[in-house]
Nanobody, 127 residues
Framework: QVQLVESGGGLVQAGGSLRLSCAAS????????MGWFRQAPGKEREFVAA????????YYADSVKARFTISRDNAKNTLYLQMNSVNPEDTANYYCAARITGCSGYGCSVSKNYNYWGRGTHVTVSS
């Protein structure tokens, strides 16, 4: 099993920045890739960003491309999401997810392909 714990959420003004973290523990050697998803009130969960635990490939939703950056620290088993130029539409619960199989392109954005999920951290962007 893999345990994921998100942190870093909070209240931020539109145009500001926030960095989310996701600490992985347990059988972390089984992780092939990780990603961030979000769910706003009354909306379905949506893909935000993903990467593979090795290599340089990253994937982003069009809505966050050029504003958000996903990164990892393999030594700390930690995933990050740097959020810049946030706007009220970014308000949501943000969830970290891990997968034990590889992906590329669209496959990395499909939530059902992820095996482990954190409980989420809430981000509120005020206008």
């Amino acid at each position: 099993q893999v345990q994921l714990v998100e942190s870093g959420g909070g209240l931020v003004q539109a145009g500001g920045s926030l960095r989310l973290s996701c600490a992985a523990s347990g059988r972390t050697f089984s992780i092939i890739g990780m990603g961030w998803f979000r769910q706003a009130p009354g909306k379905e969960r949506e893909f935000v960003a993903a990467l593979l635990w090795s290599g340089e490939a990253t994937y982003y939703a069009d809505s966050v491309k050029a504003r958000f950056t996903i990164s990892r620290d393999n030594a700390k088993n930690t995933l990050y999401l740097q959020m810049n130029s946030v706007n009220p539409e970014d308000t949501a619960n943000y969830y970290c997810a891990a997968r034990i199989t590889g992906c590329s392109g669209y496959g990395c954005s499909v939530s059902k392909n992820y095996n482990y999920w954190g409980r989420g951290t809430h981000v509120t962007v005020s206008s």
